[in-house]
């Protein structure tokens, strides 16, 4: 145990009880840690050969202006994204305003009216509710005639297979499959899973659209969605492929008819991919999918050392201290709404801008409860950062994520213990 280290940390406000139960926590976790690190070496050199292959030159990393014509960086960035996902084609855009957007435009453009949507996996992520129509709403794809099925989880959080056989008729053109959990406590689905599920839809109608919802689940495991039959996947670049340097941006990398459709709804019928300037951002989505493996896995880290750390101390955490990781998501249930705002204001306190103020829960656009967040971020909401979220409703959970260095997501969670003792919420670390 390092004293200069426990001195710096005192430095910052841990106390040397918390400081203590976070070093004994970090140490067994050794062997997790060294697999999380194989997997982002893997993931690595999977970056750098799709960019090697696509000879990515300095000439990729400048931008366009106006239309955009002809723009060598955002079509060299598509192929590198379509070789990292093992897919025909990519979208990857400043244009996509976030993750919503992004799975918004996957739908809206590969759906047609009197289609039916599919959701097997249970309710999707809040915001999508409004795009499907779930919750009434101005041009959600109800208001277009798409009629929308849901096959919730069975009580273990596995698929209802014989359910979801049922569910499925000629009218039913799409499935989306959310591989996080986003703000639910079910387990998070493997990309093997997934690819089961994918199998068993496709021996009941080939033809029917497979996109995954992969926010949060890129570079976490070796394989993606598309590598076990998706027809496409969606994301946001203000998460993992973004790497932390990202500061906009949504993809859909899949067949080369979905991403063809979604490039025609996003900019023009006529138009599709070929126009689109990319002004300056680019090089940030080069240099963010090039690093992307290696924050990926330090916010994992985070999130297995998260886990351990509240376990241990009675909270129900999602997923458990050992299981294996198949998102960078925490769910920690702490059960009133005092543990949710004093977890998330100590994130907050962690945070390299803006740790001087205390997040208070607002009614946020797209949610149905008050959620309190804790980002401290320098791309605004961005969740590959150190950030943390609650809706104050029950089980009165928060969702922890990110971190761009390990070392920083392990620095938020003893912060956040250390708000949780300062409360009197916990009070004994070792019993
Ligand atoms: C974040 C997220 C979204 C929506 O992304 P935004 O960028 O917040 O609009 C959708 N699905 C899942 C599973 C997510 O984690």
Redesign the pocket.
Known sequence: MSEDLKKQYAVMGISEEVYTYGEKTEKALKSRFDEIDEIAEFNQMKVLTAMQEHKVSEACLLGTTGYGYNDLGRDTLEQVYASVFHTQDALVRPQI???????ALALMSNLRPGDELLSPAGK?????EEVIGIRPSKGSLQEYGISYRQVDLLPDGSFDYDNIKKAIHEKTRLVTI?????YQTRPTFSVAQIGELIAFIKGIKPDIICMV?????EFVEKLEPTDMGADMVV??L??NPGGGLAPIG?YIAGKHECVENAAYRLTSPGLGKEVGASLGILSSFYQGLFLAPTVTAGALKGAVFAANIYEKLGFAVVPNGQESRH?I?QAVTFGTPEGVIAFCRGIQAAAPVDAHVAPEPWDMP?YDAKVIMAAGAFVS?S?IELSADGPIKPPYAVYFQGGLTWQHAKYGILKSLQSLVDEGIVSKLFP
Request: with cysteine; proline share 3%.
């Open positions: 305003t976030c993750g919503t957007h992004a799975l999707p992520y809040d915001t999508l959310q591989r996080s959990k986003g919802d992969n926010c949060y689940g994301g946001s203000i998460k949504g998102d998501i797209g909401g969740s």
